[in-house]
């Protein structure tokens, strides 16, 4: 299986005020694209590997018996992939709210207010490169985390299901170092909330 770029569900500019289309299109094109090919190349010599579902291969990574560069590249091109597909999903320009997710978030964290404010404090503080994430374990509980890099929820048998990009990449053309601004206005293209 060659892993491929997936399509937005909308245009480069349809998040427009809050991420810019140049943003959005060399975000795309280039740094998702990149992670693409990164782990192709990395999955080469390992077809069985490389046939197995992304997820599962993220899941079942740490116990692999490969080359640990090898490995490393899969955790970085693999949950770029990975991470970047799931973010085109949940953003959107218009809201198609999850009833239940947002139920599961009240009586995980309260409120959903409180929900955003956690996971905003948690999306400030990665330091350098990486993402905030709420996830849900095996038992089906709710979690935050804020993971560095590409690091996928995954590796660590959680299930991603809102994960904010906060690498420079994803705000520096219009919010320059301002990613407290970046994410609180990217509350305003989640959809599922
Ligand atoms: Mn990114």
């Known amino acids: 299986m060659i892993h491929t770029l997936p399509q937005l569900p909308y245009a480069y500019n ?5 991420i810019d289309a140049q943003t959005m299109e060399i975000h ?8 693409v090919d990164k782990l192709n190349a990395a999955l080469e010599k390992y077809p ?3 046939d197995k579902p992304l997820e599962e291969l993220l899941k079942t990574l740490a116990s692999l018996n490969i080359d640990e560069t090898d490995k490393k590249a899969i955790q970085n091109h693999g949950g770029g992939h990975s991470n970047h597909s ?3 999903q949940i953003m959107g320009p218009k809201k198609q709210v999850d009833e239940q997710l947002v139920s599961e978030i009240e009586t995980a964290f309260g409120s959903i ?3 955003k404010k956690q996971f905003t404090d948690t999306a400030s503080k990665v330091f350098g490169s990486g993402w905030a994430w709420l996830a849900r374990d095996e038992q089906g509980k709710l979690h935050l985390h804020g ?3 590409q690091d996928s929820p995954y590796l660590h048998g959680h299930t991603p299901i809102i994960g904010l990009d906060v690498w420079e990449h994803a705000y520096y053309l219009k919010y320059k170092n301002r990613r407290p601004e970046y994410i609180e206005n990217w509350w305003k293209v989640l ?3």
């Open 14 to 18: 349809a998040l427009e005020p809050y």
């Open 113 to 115: 207010d409180e929900f």
């Open 86 to 88: 799931l973010f085109w």
């Open 48 to 50: 069985d590997l490389a």
């Open 28 to 35: 795309h094109t280039k740094h998702h694209q990149a992670y």
């Open 147 to 149: 993971l560095p890099n």
């Open 191 to 193: 959809k599922l909330i």
